[in-house]
């Protein structure tokens, strides 16, 4: 079934809801899922409106010019999305391959809205595994003398494959601002503890060494600014004084696969909307 | 700020989101919350919404007999309600009182919108407490001779008292049909295991002996069929094999306690909605 | 059934294991819990090890100066406690009282191996509390100018009543170093965030802020370091866009309930020992 | 580090633990972990003890002859195993290969201390992926006609290969008496339901049905009676009216990964210990 998706925040006034819905009805479409959010502090409107294409009378390329009216008279914030549109997807790893590995096999049992399109990492070892899976692997070596060099490879790449959506599945490189900039809200990374608690490096370790009884990982929208982007997912898993560091890498790589594999979900789903630094999770 | 708030469902088709926020737009009304879901198998569609009623043209009286033409339209299932109008409840309890406890002191603490009214019991043991609260207590002893008696002064009392949402707090008596067939959807127990698991008596037991690593608890409305009404709520708790009986008691407590206020809390919030013998929770 | 506990550190060592079980052993002790954790990479040796004093030949009081002669030989860090010495317990509160309420409640239905002696607050609001309850209170407000003066009160009386744990149930207060100096790794707080994220204070407010997914609370030994001290137990909810600072609130306080019940619980029944910043939990 | 592991189960009576820590530290070994039970139920005594075997007086080959004297005196249950025996798995699968990948990725990653030889499959499916890791995979087709035949040949063959361990990882096959028979305690099964709930076929249609709002996965040892076996470990996730059979399914496989994974790795550090028809899971 195609259907488009609908991604909308404004100022929460009356009767948005009508006027999107009669769009959709006017035009014989049929809504599949409608949720709506106020946010009472900001006074402000979120919705995530999908509906069926089949007979639906605005051609696809008309919609958004159409829906455009519509929007501006509630000086709305919106993106559009179709099901039939395949985002394309590149994921960024370094050496540990857990995430990666996950990853590729949700998307060869057909789990996401998306295609992994390439491999790019900073390292070579992941190039066997993107070979079994038949994804095009980019081996991308990385320091701080040609950081900014690589990232300008890295981007032509990107846009050359069209790529709309970058997993960093354990990739210890930080990127600048050059790079960042050009994908808002498009760069999932997965931190292998529970943000804001060991943000930075080496989070098992800080954990192990603050003796907490729970760790958890977070998957995050990646900003300028490190590790502090909007979150997406976090999971939690209990742990007592009888792991050692290692165990709770080994029994927290199980969470880190199951909160990013969930992001991106959500992503390609188009069901996460970011406002401020938080993000609007439609379920 | 009050508000009304409708719980729809009915088949699936074009046009009735639009067709009931054209209702609330048309008379200045604003939407505060509204969420839809469909039912793919059995195509049904569901909807809870809610609006305030500030500067809403319809007076309070005429909103039901208005929107009933709407509803007729499309088949609806529906019931308004009005978040002004307190529902009163009626607790029954027998022996074990720690999940009425909870609910008092909820209910003192204004987390539930709705009034406890009174509290009935096959024990005498419950009076005290609700006499440190300052609720009405009715200790109705009960056996299988005159069940059908006492249950019609229960009925009788309800009536009087115009009571909407009955809870059973730990309630050990089985009620007949001539009973629950007054408050269908209406009448919340909690079983102390996670449903379908260990129904019946002595769940604790059950699960003690099957050796089960998680024991939970299940919020339910009650049906003519022991144990099996519609699922509000599980949770569940971590349990090892050095925990004796008396400790999955005492941890299960803290679950129960939990699962059946979030029951309540749903209840009167108008959050729940019975299809079949499932429920969907708006939230 | 009257036992008697042991918890030991030190270094490991060949032996100890047997040392300890043979002095029990052919004391005529029957060993009832043992458990033991070797810390690598410290090379220390932890256990908790209780016995049946039925029938055990040392009387009460000489067995501590007769165990002190294995302990000498180990280097043991070591403590004794027995079942029927029943410690004495002070309650801290300041205006939220739903902790104090659920640590009242489990202590009247005798969930505790200890005994609530009295309750301080610098607000006179849970005096009523106190009194349905029957426990002494003592309202001793405190500010800048006289929080020396009135921790010396504090710990006079204290001393007096023979305290031996502290629990703070929401006591707004920070102690000063000649308070919590005098109580080592015997002051219990809870926090209402998942440590270290939202140290200080609001966590809930920072918790909203940050847009976290699932909230947290946190039960630990206060030191001299605010909201640093050894952590005891970590619990955590889920939450999403959805929930409000007030929901956020609500929610938390269940979850803040169990983990300081079970820290209080586990403290009584001398299930933790703390070595570094850490604990271990013996269960 | 080489270690020697004791699982011991035996009647309740004093000295078991000093004796066991004498025979160990009088051979020159140091405990590396040591936990025991008692079940106070049936006054049975339950200890697993690990002790390093550098320096250890008894040849490895005499240990079990010299530890059976003092066996007997306490009619001991016990088994002794070494960290150097690497012990041999199969794993058996049918069409579903998530549970498969999700073991030898971590076979790979060298997360157990055992060795996958094989893998049994009634189809041919899972042969590319046996092929992808290095594993030999035996085709074995099975219907009610071939099923004693072809147990034979099963049973032929796990002898052959020294096979102690059996994981059913998704096997769509029930084993007859003749073979369970032959692996007590050592067939692990994956059941994709929180058993006891939904136990039989279909659990998650069974579970969508029902309308429960937390699914789970369980893991247990097979017993002749159909998922009735030992309980070894379950795990839950929390899904809503939302979530379509499909859904139930793909989120249901991360936990039944989980939870299988896990009891594979108890089995192989030998942490299991099986009484009646429950674990003791010793952590």
Same mark, same amino acid.
């Given at each position: ?129 993107? /070979? &079994?899976? !038949? ?7 990385? *320091?701080? #003398?040609?950081?900014?060099?690589? $990232?300008? @490879? ?94 709770? /890498? &080994?029994? !927290? ?7 990013? *594999?969930? #992001?991106?979900?959500?992503?390609? $789903?188009? @069901? ?12």
């Amino acid at each position: 079934m195609n259907t488009a998706t609908l991604l909308i925040s404004c100022p929460d006034q009356k009767g948005i809801t009508a006027t999107i819905a009669n769009f959709i009805y006017k035009n014989n479409g049929n809504i599949e899922h409608a949720d709506q959010h106020i946010d009472a502090n900001s006074n402000t409107f979120f919705m995530r409106i999908e509906w069926s294409l089949k007979g639906f009378i605005i051609p696809k390329k008309e919609i958004a010019p159409q829906f455009s009216k519509v929007a501006k008279k509630f000086n709305m914030n919106w993106s559009l999305y179709f099901s039939d549109d395949i985002p394309k997807i590149a994921i960024f790893v370094s050496k540990a391959t857990y995430c990666l590995y996950d990853l590729l096999l949700k998307h060869e049992q057909d789990y996401f809205s998306g295609k992994i399109a390439l491999i790019i990492s900073n390292h070579d070892k992941a190039s066997t595994i993107a /070979k &079994r899976f !038949g994804i095009k692997f980019y081996h991308y070596p990385k *320091n701080n #003398a040609n950081k900014r060099e690589t $990232e300008k @490879k890295e981007l032509k790449l990107l846009q050359e494959e069209g790529i709309e959506l970058i997993v960093l599945a354990h990739y210890l490189q930080i990127f600048t601002k050059q790079f960042t900039q050009k994908y808002p809200n498009s760069i999932i990374n997965i931190h292998h503890s529970f943000l804001p608690a060991f943000a930075g490096s080496n989070p098992y370790r800080q954990a192990y060494q603050r003796g907490v009884k729970i760790i958890g990982a977070t998957s995050h929208y990646i900003t300028e600014k490190l590790d502090s982007g909007p979150i997406i997912e976090h999971d939690v898993i209990r742990v007592d004084h009888r792991r050692r560091l290692l165990d709770l /890498k &080994r029994e !927290g790589q199980e969470i880190e696969k199951m909160v990013l *594999n969930r #992001a991106v979900r959500w992503h390609l $789903e188009r @069901k996460i909307l970011v406002y401020g630094n938080k993000t609007v999770i439609f379920d």
